[in-house]
């Protein structure tokens, strides 16, 4: 049995942000029932660095988390993090109150502008202007380069001294000794600490260490990729529908579009409906000028949330040395960097930054308890 100091379940941004941070201070084992880290949720993210999509404790983990993807630490990548992708939200004249409400969210945190008329068909020329009259623009918004930065923390996470297991699903686990004894694959560890930062299935982690689960709602969101119809893609934003009932958004060669579902699923390796694609495909095409007679690729991922859509962050109340690392739904890329320091300071008893130290509260699972 290899003894550590904390195990972490779960290798995907969660999982693989928390060994870095950790192994900084103690000694982790990070173990994945996969054969490839992130294989369910992380790896099919296509991640944004926006300030205005979430308010509250979301909008604060998103702000500490900027300084890491802009300037990370020396040797984490040879690739910039971000890249400039600005966000654009479009309205119809039926959802101009909802633009308003965005305004509101964000107001004093970020540079949100309203644009309408020539200026959004200069943004984006396929929008149909007698359709969509309004929008605003992010300007500094970025896309993130997720294979980099959860890569970044894997190697950085050995590097450390972390010993990453994948194909290793964990069987059992048990406390004894004022330890958590797991058994994963066919490997044993045993660790003052555990995190379930197991994602989709970070319930059934917990039950099967005689934590009660706190609810966590899998929910999938299907994407696809199609052809730009001739249009020259240089400098467009990402197009997002003001209530996020679709979003579009250029890439090399290519567009992504998605309908921005939330289908609540039990844990699996989710498959994309061709309903939800078509739905997409009429909805974004109701909105612009494209035909997307054929599609190139489709997928769909996980997006795993807490009954009140906030992060579950820090220390089981009724099992001490249990920490939860959960329920980022679909923010745990951009936040990965600020919530992986604080559950480090949960774990290490260190206090966290102020910053941190702000939402510490909202995102214990002592609130769903």
Wanted: glycine content about 8%; charged content about 20%; aromatic content about 8%.
């Amino acid at each position: 049995m290899e003894r550590v100091d904390a195990i972490v379940v779960g290798a995907g941004i969660a999982g693989a942000s928390a060994a870095y941070a950790l192994a900084e201070h103690l000694s982790v084992a990070l173990v994945e029932r996969e054969a490839i880290a992130g294989y369910h949720t992380t790896g099919r993210s296509a991640a944004l660095y926006t300030e205005s999509y979430e308010k509250g404790p979301v909008q604060l983990l998103t702000l500490a988390s900027s300084g890491f993807l802009r300037r990370p630490p020396d040797g984490f990548t040879t690739e910039p993090l971000l890249s400039p992708l600005p966000v654009l939200y479009v309205a119809t004249e039926e959802q101009r109150a909802t633009l308003d409400r965005i305004v509101t969210e964000v107001a004093g945190r970020t540079e949100l502008r309203l644009v309408e008329g020539d200026e959004l068909a200069t943004l984006c020329p396929a929008l149909r202007t007698d359709r969509i009259i309004a929008g605003l623009l992010e300007p500094a918004a970025h896309e993130i380069d997720v294979h980099a930065l959860h890569q970044g923390f894997l190697r950085g996470a050995r590097r450390r001294g972390t010993t990453v297991w994948l194909d290793a699903p964990v069987v059992s686990i048990e406390r004894s000794g004022g330890r958590w004894n797991v058994q994963a694959g066919e490997r044993s560890f045993t660790a003052e600490a555990i995190i379930d930062a197991a994602g989709a299935w970070a319930d059934e982690i917990a039950t099967m260490a005689g934590v009660a689960p706190i609810g966590l709602t899998p929910m999938r969101r299907t994407a696809f990729t199609f052809d730009p119809e001739g249009y020259d893609l240089s400098g467009w934003p990402i197009v997002v529908d003001a209530d996020e009932r679709f979003y579009f958004k250029p890439e090399v060669g290519q567009l992504m579009g998605s309908l921005a579902e939330e289908t609540p699923m039990e844990p699996c390796d989710v498959r994309p409906e061709e309903i939800d694609v078509a739905l997409a495909i009429q909805r974004i095409t109701h909105a612009t000028r494209f035909q997307i007679r054929t599609v190139r690729r489709t997928w769909a991922g996980l997006r795993t949330f807490a009954p009140d859509r906030l992060p579950v962050v820090g220390a089981e109340p009724a099992a001490p040395g249990f920490f939860w690392l959960a329920g980022q739904g679909g923010y745990g890329i951009m936040t990965s960097p600020a919530m992986a320091q604080l559950i480090t300071a949960l774990v290490t008893g260190h206090e966290p930054t102020p910053e941190l130290a702000e939402v510490r509260q909202a995102v214990s699972p002592a609130r769903l308890r």
